[in-house]
């Protein structure tokens, strides 16, 4: 069975799109139609809404949305009053109101951004741009994935400027009108995002039909990519 929708996945901080390279073999494997990786500057808020915008503008047809992580703030206000939107899927992933950052949610749920990770500035003082300590890449970020393939995220995660981190849009974000076409994934063993807050968000953007727990750490398309693509998969079939 062909699935028509579009896909446009979209990654988080200290990633690129080659992250979701494992779901896209297996979303190819179910006849999903095309299927997009979004390559994020991460220079700052406005400007990663932007490269999904363009994306999406090259796009024909409805399409799901798909965010890891910081890539679910992206994708909400990304997907916002657009009719060709039809789905998204959160995983693992924030989802922040109208003027709220990632940063702001995990203060208010009271962490630091992030909750587990050891961060280095390799920008100016005034203007952190940051990385995940490569040693303590594979603890932090893919706790369950393989060293080796840790070892080689941790040497090709792209720089994230705080100015993406504490940026935020001021549309209505995507997930409040299309609540019955949302979909997200918690991580239980998440030590970049707390499991309670994706929780907390699964709930506020997802019916509980629509919400799926997995065992499993930060970089779940990595580590769970047959779930994720179920997941996905469902989207795109409405299910």
């Known amino acids: 069975m062909t699935i028509t929708p579009n896909v446009l996945l979209v990654h988080g901080a200290w990633a690129d799109g080659s992250c979701w390279n494992k779901v896209i073999e297996r979303l190819f494997d179910k006849g999903v139609g095309t299927v ?27 399409t799901i949305l798909v965010g890891h992580s910081y890539g679910g703030a992206v994708i909400s206000q990304a997907g916002s009053g657009r009719a060709d939107v039809t789905g998204l899927v959160f995983v693992a992933a924030y989802a922040p109101a109208a003027g709220q950052s990632a940063f702001q949610i ?28 490569r040693d303590r890449y594979h603890v932090d970020f893919a706790a369950d994935a393989d060293p080796r393939e840790a070892a080689l995220l941790a040497a090709t995660q792209k720089p994230t400027s705080v100015l993406s981190l504490a940026g935020s849009g001021s549309a209505t974000p995507a997930w409040v ?30 019916t509980e039909d629509h919400i799926v727990s997995l065992a499993t750490g930060h970089a779940s398309m990595i580590t769970e990519p047959d779930a994720i693509a179920d997941l996905i998969a469902r989207a795109a079939a409405g299910q």
């Open 36 to 62: 997009v990786a979004s390559q994020l500057p991460l220079r700052g808020f406005a400007d990663d809404v932007a490269a999904v915008t363009r994306d999406l503008d090259a796009l024909a047809g409805p």
């Open 106 to 133: 995990n203060q208010e749920f009271g962490q630091e951004l992030p909750s587990g990770a050891d961060l280095v500035n390799i920008g100016a003082e005034d203007a952190p741009d940051l990385i995940i300590a």
């Open 177 to 206: 009108t299309l609540r019955d076409n949302t979909w997200y994934q918690i991580s239980e063993l998440d030590a970049m995002i707390h499991p309670d807050l994706e929780t907390k968000m699964a709930y506020q953007v997802a």
